[in-house]
């Protein structure tokens, strides 16, 4: 009898350890990269109202500059920590790392195509939305979903914002980061302090 219940004690810890790593990066995945895109966006939206130049738009580089490093980092931190990795946790990394790669391609192609404000910025809000749900509903966690959604519908509003509104798309994107990214990397903190 003694014997089974060692095999389920380990069964059990072993089961938390996957749960634990089935995020990839640690409690900090969302903040890395919320809130460096909320402040950039919002410090855009400010100076184009302040200024309206094009320069004004061009901050946007500054997110990875920030995020990249940080996100090495953590990265690097997670792998000595354990070299174990779900599909969830692969799933996961592999959209973001995929999200990232056409937020900068997309903004250098969309922005010397003078169709920054037509379609990459509602696109890089949807991408944020539907890598937040997907997320969520992988981790099980339905703050981060229903974040994620809400973020998608953002993005999707912010298609209407043309012609003159169009430098409102600036906010909304600093909005989505805030909806999707801030406030269920904050919660997911909780929960992780909390211990689920």
């Not at 219940?5 to 069964?11: G, M, N, R, S, T």
């Not at 919320?34 to 500054?62: D, H, K, N, S, Y």
Request: with cysteine; hydrophobic share 55%.
């Amino acid at each position: 009898m003694e014997e089974n219940f060692d095999a389920l004690e380990v069964i059990a810890r072993t089961r938390g350890k996957v749960d634990m790593d089935d995020i990839p990066t640690g409690e900090n995945i969302f903040l890395v990269w919320g809130w460096p895109t909320a402040v950039v966006f919002l410090l855009e939206f400010i100076l184009w109202q302040a200024f309206r130049q094009e320069w004004c738009l061009w901050l946007w580089p500054a997110i990875p500059l920030v995020g990249t490093p940080l996100m090495v980092r953590i990265l690097k931190k997670d792998h000595e920590r354990t070299h174990i990795r779900t599909r969830n946790a692969k799933v996961v990394l592999d959209y973001w790392i995929f999200a990232a790669a056409a937020f900068g391609i997309g903004g250098f192609v969309f922005g010397f195509a003078g169709l920054y404000e037509e379609c990459y910025i509602p696109l890089m809000c949807l991408l944020i939305g539907i890598g937040s749900f997907i997320t969520g509903e992988l981790l099980r966690f339905r703050p981060k979903a229903v974040c994620g959604l809400a973020g998608c519908a953002i993005g999707i509003a912010s298609f209407l914002l043309r012609g003159e509104l169009w430098h409102w798309q600036l906010f909304a994107v600093a909005l989505v980061a805030i909806v999707a990214l801030v406030i269920p990397g904050i919660l997911y903190n909780k929960r992780m302090r909390d211990g689920f």
